[in-house]
């Protein structure tokens, strides 16, 4: 059952992959492991340039339908030796955690990585949410965002628009994986920053704006359902420092 709004706190999902960390270099040693371990060419630059989708996705451009199942569970076990060191914090990454918990939220990360393997990530990096949830891609990371209740959803990808707005939730999105700014735009995001640096800013007057509309509400028999224009109608591009 998903929590009530009116006493929940407020809570915000991350996406992992391209949105909090760089896992590029450590996706494409894993790769590269893999592919020296089974014999099968895999191009791992081309494969790190398109993370989001599931693993079988990808593994499907290099594997015959009938061994993916393996190759899957392979990649993963082989994954925390060549991936966790190499993997960096994007910028703001750490800090945009961080706001939602100071302004008394729960910051939840909703990625389509194996689980064990993003947790591991988030501990190596000092990345420290409130709940990690895996194994969800796209429409269905709205499974996770309305269980706990999440408001706004923060991505880099097409397919976490779609899961914000499944989920009823405001569809943040940062050009930072593979995905432009026009792409995310196009699609539907609420919200494009430049990246997770300029997140605490816009977070700080989206908790405002969502505060003064709780306290008009209060008084106003007919309160705008929208607690700022600028927070939750159409798209709005924030650049930080202009």
């Not at 791992?44 to 594997?63: C, M, T, Y």
Request: proline share 9%; hydrophobic share 45%.
């Amino acid at each position: 059952m998903a929590p009530d709004p009116s006493t929940a706190p407020l809570t915000i999902g991350f996406d992992l992959d391209m949105t909090l960390i760089d896992s590029r270099p450590g996706i494409h040693a894993a790769f590269t492991a893999l592919s020296a371990e089974t014999g099968v060419w895999i191009d791992a630059d081309l494969a790190v340039s398109r993370l989001g989708p599931p693993l079988d996705q990808e593994l499907a451009h290099w594997f015959p339908e009938k061994h993916i199942q393996a190759m899957g569970d392979r990649y993963r076990e082989i994954y925390p030796d060549y991936a966790i060191a190499p993997t960096k914090a994007l910028p703001g990454a750490r800090e945009a955690v961080a706001a939602v918990q100071g302004v008394g939220g729960r910051a939840i990360v909703v990625t389509a990585k194996h689980e064990p393997n993003a947790r591991l990530h988030l501990a190596h990096l000092g990345i420290a949410p409130d709940a990690v949830i895996g194994w969800l891609w796209a429409e269905g990371k709205a499974l996770a965002l309305r269980e706990y209740g999440a408001s706004v959803y923060v991505g880099d990808h097409l397919g976490d628009i779609r899961g914000a707005r499944t989920a009823g939730a405001l569809a943040v999105a940062v050009p930072t994986g593979p995905c432009s700014r026009a792409e995310l735009h196009d699609a539907g995001a609420d919200v494009v920053l430049d990246d997770l640096l300029a997140f605490p800013d816009w977070l700080r007057a989206y908790a405002a704006a969502a505060g003064r509309a709780g306290s008009d509400a209060g008084s106003d028999p007919d309160p705008d359902p929208d607690p700022d224009p600028d927070f939750g109608s159409g798209t709005h591009d924030v650049t930080p420092g202009l």
